[in-house]
């Protein structure tokens, strides 16, 4: 049986780009069905007749096929950063307040600006005037905030707008590389386009045909095996809390979970040269071995700018699913 989610998808459709974002960001890994608009499979109308992408089928056939909520039930399944800012009614207005108006209002200046041709009698330069109106109000928010669009740090909102702002540029590069007004926008979209996730989203594929080879997104990452431990290194002091507290949330040396999306792991063989790259200086140390079948968030493999592939937890570290916490290194024999 195979209950791992089906995605069909179009690789430069903003739908589904923000769709694959949430996905990557959840650390899920699906079935990827990558479609031609021209010539959709039957099993994608048969799901849904919409027609549009993307399309999420879950492992108990429930049909999602609108992104947003693609998005939102990816981001149930972990939100290691709270791009939702669950427990802020306010930021969760905003945040929708904020897609809608990209969905409705820019989305439609966005269209007749770069397809012209496509709304004859309508006009290009009015299009780009109203278009430019709202992401100058989208630069003065991020400027305001701190960098993004809700608050200091990313959120849903900036997740599902990025896609659309970088369809802008694409219609007209030289305006919106050249307006100064605009400088701190750029700077928030190329935090997505420079981000490594901006290469694992827009991967390619051959479109899917039944029978076919059946690729997964994101493709450089696996499943991890849940029949051997999992090993982390601790700070013995970030420890020391999180038993206090009941879950462990920092990632690596330095950085929290919130921060960086992901709890590192090693599988046995790395914990050695994980230790000597980030921990040989750093006081006592204690390596913790995880029982991964304890573990309720997402695992996924995902390979390191070297091409190495790391197991990633996309959650807090409940210290039950830690089976043994020893100083590390050991005593010598
Ligand atoms: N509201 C939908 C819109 C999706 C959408 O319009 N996707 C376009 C591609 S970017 C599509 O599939 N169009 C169908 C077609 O061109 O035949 C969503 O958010 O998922």
């Known amino acids: 049986m195979n209950d791992r989610p089906v995605l069909y998808s179009f690789r430069r459709c903003p739908y589904a780009m923000r769709a694959r974002w949430a996905l990557l960001q959840a650390g899920l890994l699906v079935s990827w069905r990558e479609i031609e608009l021209r010539d959709k499979p039957e099993q994608m109308l048969e799901v849904s007749p919409k027609g549009t992408v993307p399309v999420l089928v879950l492992g108990d056939d429930t049909v999602i096929d609108e992104s947003l909520a693609v998005m939102h039930w990816a981001l149930s399944q972990a939100d290691p950063r709270n791009l939702r800012r669950l427990g802020s009614g306010d930021q969760q207005t905003c945040i929708q307040q904020l897609i809608e108006l990209n969905d409705t209002t820019f989305k439609h200046h966005l269209d007749r600006f770069k397809y012209t041709d496509r709304y004859p009698g309508e006009s290009k330069e009015e299009h780009r005037r109203a278009g430019l109106t709202l992401l100058r109000t989208w630069t003065q928010r991020i400027d305001d905030c701190g960098g993004w669009l809700v608050d200091s740090r990313c959120s849903l909102a900036d997740g599902a707008i990025w896609p659309f702002v970088r369809q802008w540029r694409i219609a007209d590069p030289q305006g919106f590389d050249s307006d100064d007004a605009l400088r701190p926008l750029r700077d928030w979209l190329s935090r997505f386009l420079d981000a490594p996730d901006f290469e694992r989203l827009m991967q390619r594929a051959d479109p899917w045909h039944p029978g076919g080879l059946q690729p997964r997104f ?24 999180a038993c206090q507290s009941g879950d462990y949330g920092i990632s690596t040396r330095g950085l929290r979970l919130d921060q960086v999306g992901f709890i590192h792991l090693s599988w046995q063989e790395q914990v ?13 140390v204690v390596m913790l071995t995880i029982d991964p079948t304890l573990l309720t968030s997402p695992l996924r493999a995902d390979a390191s700018p070297s091409g190495e592939l790391f197991p990633h937890l996309y959650g807090r570290l409940p210290i039950k699913a830690v089976i043994d916490a020893s100083s590390y290194p050991g005593l010598e024999p």
């Open 218 to 241: 994101p493709a450089d990452a696996v499943d991890v095996p849940t029949d051997q431990p999992l090993f982390h290194l601790a700070l013995a002091e970030d420890w020391t809390a």
């Open 272 to 284: 050695a040269a994980t230790f000597e790259r980030f921990y040989a200086d750093a006081g006592r």
